[in-house]
C-alpha cells in the first residue's frame, strides 16, 4: 500500500489530536475513511479499540492508516513509560467513537470502565462525540435513549445515525452517520471548545425552596434543565463554568463546578459572591418570589385553615445590577400574559443584555420555544427546539457579546 504525505504523517506543528474509538460493529470498516480523512486534514490520529471492534477491521489497516501504534489492551504485553489509558486521555484534544455500539454508550453512562476504551473515555478531559451504529430496535431501545440523555446532560456529544438499510436486513435508523458528517461535528466540537475558552460563566438553575416550616416548603415547578444545558453548552465552549443551582435531580455537566442552594436567599448570597469573579451571568433559575415571613420551629399542626404571611424574596438580578460594569448578564422570564411587553420591562428593569422569554409549559419540559429580546432592541423568535438547542443560540449570541463587548486587539505599529 502506498500513503500520501498527508496520510503516512507529515505532522503539521500544533497539530490538533484526536483519539477515534471504534467498537465493535460492521460499521467499524467506515472508521478507517475517518481516520485517512483526519489525517488528510492535517490532525495527529490515535485509534483505540475494544477487542470486539478487531473481529471487524483489523489494527494493522487502522495502524498504516493513523501511523501511529493501535492501542486496544489494557494491559499490552509490550512496556509502555506511562499508564496507558491516563496518557491517552491527557494526549487527545478530542475523542471520536465510530463507531459507537450501545454497549460503549451503556458502560460509559453507567461508570463502568472494562476495557481500554470505556477508560480513556472516563479519564478524559476532552470532548467525547460518539457516532452511533446498530440495529434500529436497539437504537430505539428505551434503555440506549435513557443512557444517551444521561450523557447529553453530562456534556458528551452525539452525531445521530441516518434511516437507511442496515447491514441486519431492512431500513430503520441505525445507520452510521456519514463519514463528512462525523468530521463536520469534529470540526465544529473543536472550533467551538475555545470560543469561550478565557471566560468565567456562571449560571444559576432550578428552583429554589422556602421553607414553612421543618417539612414543608413552598416551591414552583422548574427542574434545571434549561441552567444545566447553559452550564453543558458553555463549558463546552471551553468556558470556566460555576453553576449554582437549586434542589435538582440531573446531575452536573462534567468539568462544571456544581455550588448546591435551597433557598432564594442562598442563591442571592452564592451569586453575590461568585459575580465579581465572572465575565458572564446567565441566570436561568426560578428564584422564588415570596417565602414565609416566618418559618415555624415545629411542624404546623392540621387546623381548620391557615393563614401564611409572605414576604418577598431578594431579586438577585437587581442586588447584582450596580457590579455589572461590561460583564455579560442574561436573564430568563416566564409569562402567562403580556409576553413580551412583560419581558422587555424586565430587560431595562434589571439592567440585561438580553432576556429569554419562555412559555410556562416549559416548566419542566425538555423542549421549549423561546424569543430572546436584547437590549439592542432586536426581537428573534426560535422555533420550538430541544433545551439543548436553546442552549447553543443563547450560547451564540453570549459568544457574540464577548467579541463586540471584549477588549480591542491593540495595533502594534
Ligand atoms: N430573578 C431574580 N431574583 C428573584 C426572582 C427572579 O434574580 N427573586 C430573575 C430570574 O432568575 C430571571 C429574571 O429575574 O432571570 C426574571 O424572573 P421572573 O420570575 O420572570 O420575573 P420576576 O422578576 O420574578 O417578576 P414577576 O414574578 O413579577 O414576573
New binding site residues.
Partial sequence: MCLSDGERGVEPLNARKIIVGITGSIAAYKSAELVRKLRQQGYEVTVVMTPAATEFITPLTLETLSGRPVASEFFPTARRPQVLHISLAQWADLLVVAPATANIIGKVAAGIADELLATVIMATEAPVLFAPAMNAAMYSNPILTANISRLRQYGYQFVEPEVGELACGGIGKGRLAPIKTILAAIEELLNSSSELSSKKVLV?AGRTEEDLDPVRFLTNRSTGKMGYALASEAKRRGADVNLISGPSRLPSPLGVRLISVRS?EQMSREVKQWFPRSDVLL???????FRPRDKAASKIKKQEGLLLELEK??????EIKPLKGDKIVG?????TEDGLA?ARR?LKS?GLDF?VLNAPTALGADANQVTVLGADGKTERLSQMSKLEVARGILDRVVGLVRTKGPKEEKTS
Fill in positions: 444559576t432564594a441566570m436561568a433559575a426560578a428564584v422564588a418570589d424574596t431578594p431579586d438577585i438580578l437587581l436573564g430568563f422570564a416566564l409569562e412583560n424586565k434589571k432576556i
